[in-house]
């Protein structure tokens, strides 16, 4: 069974950062591409960033420049470090993956950015 638990969400001030973390189990974990997606209230989920089993990277252009997304294949953890934080930035953060064209989600982290 896919497990996603993501953490490291919470409360920001503008211009600052987190790092976001999602533990993966119930998969080989190493073999998977990993994303993170963000939900703002009122707008559709979106991608923020992709990391291959490859490590190829791909990040949407609202976060690019300012966000890493790494990944732990010794601890079955991918990461999101956003840095210079916006307002616009504020949404729910998940963390998924897709196998054999399942998709998989996390419970979500909740970043604000708010001064």
């Known amino acids: 069974q896919v497990l996603l638990v993501e953490s490291g969400g919470g409360l920001a001030q503008p211009g600052g950062s987190l790092r976001l973390s999602c533990a993966a189990s119930?998969?080989?974990?190493?073999?998977?591409?990993m994303s993170w997606y963000r939900q703002a209230p009122g707008k559709e989920r979106e991608l923020v960033a992709r990391i291959s089993a490859g490590l190829s990277i791909n990040y949407a252009d609202s976060v690019k420049g300012r966000s890493a997304i790494s990944r732990d294949n010794t601890k079955n953890t991918v990461y999101l470090q956003m840095n210079s934080l916006k307002p616009e930035d504020t949404a729910v953060y998940y963390c998924?993956?897709?196998?054999?064209?399942?998709?998989?989600w996390g419970q979500g982290t909740q970043v604000t950015v708010s001064s």
């Open positions: 119930g998969f080989t974990f190493s073999n998977y591409a």
């Open positions: 998924s993956t897709v196998i054999d064209r399942a998709v998989s």
